[in-house]
């Protein structure tokens, strides 16, 4: 008689870990995924009814890629009154959530938290005339969302926003997004040349205006190229987003003009926030 083979042991699987749903967290759609560049992309995803924000905003994204899913802010880039949302990303290597998040593809499942927050609303500045927003590489994405608010230029006269990257490339976004205002049917006829004026530098190529923002503003090279005299206390507000060193030159800056830092709770005349999305 043959002895019986024991069946093999069969391999030790290893914990499976799924997402599963959470009441808590919105499971939205992607709708679109635009690569910018190498290493900058956008993407749009279904708005829930109850997600409200204010533009300027910034929401908790993540993917339903684990059980206990990797959590990052991204400024919403899409104004308050947009169907859907919209962010601009870096994509950085080995970043827990932009590593998966650059590969999304229309179809796919994004993960929204149901609040939004932020410094940089149009309620964190006392009323004035002219508003600057000042931003570098990512941080050009509250902006996106601010410029495209009718609520902007009913609060104020003119709206200047300077993007300054280190290579062309990296503004096409604001490019974009700029032509795309400017034509839009809610906002367009408001954010004309003369009430929302783009001003871009870059600071590793060749542009009709190359420098830091910081070092232009000093210079009186940005002031000057936007038509402005000197930013004035009583008039002028502005917001900045960039990454950490930018904000504290920029805020540094804005405090030598004579603006002061407000908050959601107490508006002044300048607000700051970091461009998060730069976060590993
Ligand atoms: P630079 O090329 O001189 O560093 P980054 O991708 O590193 O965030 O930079 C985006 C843009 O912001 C670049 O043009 C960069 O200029 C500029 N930048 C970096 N640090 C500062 C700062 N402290 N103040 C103003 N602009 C800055």
């Excluded at 690569?35 to 708005?47: A, E, N, V």
């Excluded at 409200?52 to 339903?64: D, T, V, Y």
């Amino acid at each position: 008689m043959r002895k019986p083979v024991a069946a093999p042991e069969p391999e030790p699987v290893a914990p499976v870990s799924v997402y599963v749903s959470n009441p808590n967290v919105h499971e939205q759609t992607v709708t679109r995924v635009t690569h910018h560049t190498d290493s900058l992309f956008s993407f749009r995803i279904t708005r829930p009814q109850s997600f409200r924000f204010r533009s300027g905003e910034f929401a908790m994204i993540g993917l339903p890629n684990a059980e206990r899913p990797v959590f990052r802010a991204y400024s919403v880039a899409s104004p308050a009154w947009d169907d859907e949302l919209e962010f601009y990303s870096i994509k950085v290597p080995d970043g827990p959530l932009t590593e998966h998040l650059q590969k999304i593809a229309e179809g796919d499942t994004v993960l929204l938290r149901p609040k939004a927050t932020g410094t940089l609303t149009l309620d964190s500045l006392l009323p004035g005339k002219r508003l600057f927003l000042f931003s570098t590489g990512t941080g050009f994405a509250p902006f996106a969302s601010i410029i495209r608010d009718p609520e902007t230029y009913e609060k104020f006269e003119q709206v200047i926003v300077t993007h300054t990257c280190r290579t062309a490339a990296e503004l096409a976004y604001g490019h974009e997004v700029v032509a795309g205002t400017r034509e839009d049917p809610i906002v367009g006829e408001l954010a004309d040349e003369s009430r929302l004026v783009h001003f871009t530098s870059l600071t590793r190529e060749p542009h009709a205006v190359t420098g830091r923002i910081t070092d232009l503003m000093e210079a009186g090279t940005f002031p000057k190229a936007v038509g402005v005299e000197a930013i004035d206390p009583e008039h002028d507000r502005a917001m900045i987003c960039g990454s950490s060193r930018m904000l504290a030159d920029t805020k540094d800056l804005c405090i030598r003009f004579g603006l002061e830092e407000g908050s959601n709770a107490r508006p002044n005349t300048f607000v700051v926030e970091r461009a998060f999305v730069d976060a590993k």
